[in-house]
T-cell receptor, first 110, second 114 residues
Framework: NAGVTQTPKFRVLKTGQSMTLLCAQD?????MYWYRQDPGMGLRLIHY???????AKGEVPDGYNVSRLKKQNFLLGLESAAPSQTSVYFC?????????FGPGTRLTVL | GENVEQHPSTLSVQEGDSAVIKCTYS??????FPWYKQELGKGPQLIID?????GEKKDQRIAVTLNKTAKHFSLHITETQPEDSAVYFC?????????????FGKGTLLTVNP
């Protein structure tokens, strides 16, 4: 049981480039979430999904898109990266209230 | 929406002492309150949680208390050890239907000095 995994672990982008972060979970959880973590800001919800084929906006959705084509995967996309998107991104999954987090992706946008 | 305030932002204690971290929430309908521990370079890990129908919950050296009237909850760590050093986050959720979103506090950096 791997739990929640994230790919890649580190990435450096130039302004304007695009990329996709992949989150996978093997716990058959319905709910999946993407957060960003910045110093002094805690964890802020970007987008979330309450089931396969569904997505919804969180607290800070601008500049990001998501897709949940398969129950076990939740993808976070940056179409045109900006320096303000430099952050550590965490994926989480859960059944109801409880959320289990992945190890994170550290993204730097130059 | 929900707002969660967490204090203190940093806490330094001597090994063996107790540590207390406090959080307040704004939405009286919130009914689920987890605590997460985040070690350096890792993702947050759930360590204990409490629901609004319970006033206190313990798990070995950690305990959480909830005061619904005052809308605050606290994490208590007794007999602290160096491996307790980490960032701790509180969170609140108003669960029901398809609403299972957590609102997090900004975190407390706990340092346990040997």
């Amino acid at each position: 049981n791997a739990g929640v995994t994230q790919t890649p672990k580190f990435r450096v982008l130039k302004t304007g480039q695009s990329m996709t972060l992949l989150c996978a979970q093997d716990m058959n959880h319905e709910y999946m979430y993407w957060y960003r973590q910045d110093p002094g800001m805690g964890l802020r919800l970007i987008h979330y999904s309450v089931g396969e084929g569904t997505t919804a906006k969180g607290e800070v959705p601008d500049g990001y898109n998501v897709s949940r084509l398969k129950k076990q995967n939740f993808l976070l996309g940056l179409e045109s990266a900006a320096p303000s998107q430099t952050s550590v991104y965490f994926c989480a999954s859960g059944t109801t209230d409880t959320q289990y987090f992945g190890p994170g992706t550290r993204l730097t946008v130059l | 929406g929900e707002n969660v305030e967490q204090h203190p932002s940093t806490l330094s204690v001597q090994e063996g002492d107790s540590a207390v971290i406090k959080c307040t929430y704004s939405d009286s309908a919130s009914n689920y309150f987890p605590w997460y521990k985040q070690e350096l370079g890792k993702g947050p890990q759930l360590i204990i949680d409490i629901r609004s129908n319970v006033g206190e919950k313990k798990d070995q050296r950690i305990a959480v208390t909830l005061n619904k009237t005052a809308k605050h909850f606290s994490l208590h760590i007794t007999e602290t050890q160096p491996e307790d050093s980490a960032v701790y986050f509180c969170a609140a959720s108003k669960s029901g239907g398809s609403n299972y979103k957590l609102t997090f506090g900004k975190g407390t950096l706990l340092t346990v000095n040997p």
